[in-house]
């Protein structure tokens, strides 16, 4: 694919996986738009950049559909759209799993996700994609990961019916495993190493993920126009274990 003078939209752009993403695509030629809710965190990602003149920011809360839709008025065509948008909550045994949490996990990864791409598709091209990032936890039956499997299972269970009602847009996920960002920053640091080091000892691959993995994934979904209605499983084998 020729990235140059398409335009990316990349939700959740400001740290770990959307970062990357964003890196990736811009020195592929793309010119790309960082969405980030914090300004601030926003302008010291885009700070990273030094003034590269294919990324531009925004602040934005995605869960604001009336602000979405002014951003992608204003955005004019989008050739491709990313939605990275995460949150921290929804873990646990089931037993012991605070329910008003995971409501809080929804509202922080499935509605804002869905609310971005209803409100981009006026914008989006009509043979461009879209991909999501959803979590391997969709696809495990470990123990702790019943709510987080609900949410990330959730969009899971709608792209292909999407990518139907959609096409020509393409639509895809990502479903990552444990990467290295900072949605482990819930932990101590001292459980997280250990964390960390235990699946390094557990992988097939021998290591945790890298955000540039998922970042990885998320383009060849984009440049491959033979892929729709699947999710891509960047999990270092996780799933096997």
Do not use: Y
Not at 108 to 131: N, V
Not at 134 to 159: C, D, F, K, Y
């Amino acid at each position: 694919m020729n990235w140059e003078n398409q335009q990316v939209v990349v939700l959740g752009g400001s740290s770990g996986i959307g970062l990357s993403t964003v890196s990736w695509l811009a020195a592929a030629g793309a010119n790309v738009t960082a969405v980030g809710r914090n300004q601030d965190k926003l302008d010291k990602a885009l700070a990273s950049f030094g003034g590269h003149g294919r990324v531009a920011g925004e602040a934005l809360d995605c869960n604001d559909r009336a602000a979405l839709e002014r951003f992608f008025a204003r955005a004019g065509k989008v050739d491709h759209l990313v939605l990275t948008l995460s949150g921290g909550e929804g873990g646990g045994l089931f037993s012991e799993l605070d329910l008003r949490a995971l409501r809080r996990g929804f509202e922080a990864k499935f509605w804002p996700q869905l609310e971005a791409a209803q409100a981009a598709l006026p914008a989006l091209r009509r043979d461009g994609s879209m991909t999501f990032v959803t979590a391997i936890s969709a696809r495990i039956a470990n123990p702790g990961v019943a709510g987080l499997g609900a949410i990330n299972g959730a969009l899971e269970s709608m792209l292909g019916t999407l990518a139907r009602e959609l096409a020509p847009l393409r639509v895809n996920a990502v479903s990552p495993g444990v990467i290295d960002t900072a949605w482990w920053d819930k932990l101590p640091e001292a459980a997280r190493t250990e964390l960390f080091e235990q699946q390094a000892r557990t992988l097939p691959v021998g290591r945790v993920g890298r955000p540039d993995d998922v970042a990885h994934a998320i383009r060849f979904l984009m440049e491959n126009t033979f892929m729709t209605g699947s999710v891509i499983e960047c999990d270092g084998g996780l799933r096997l274990t």
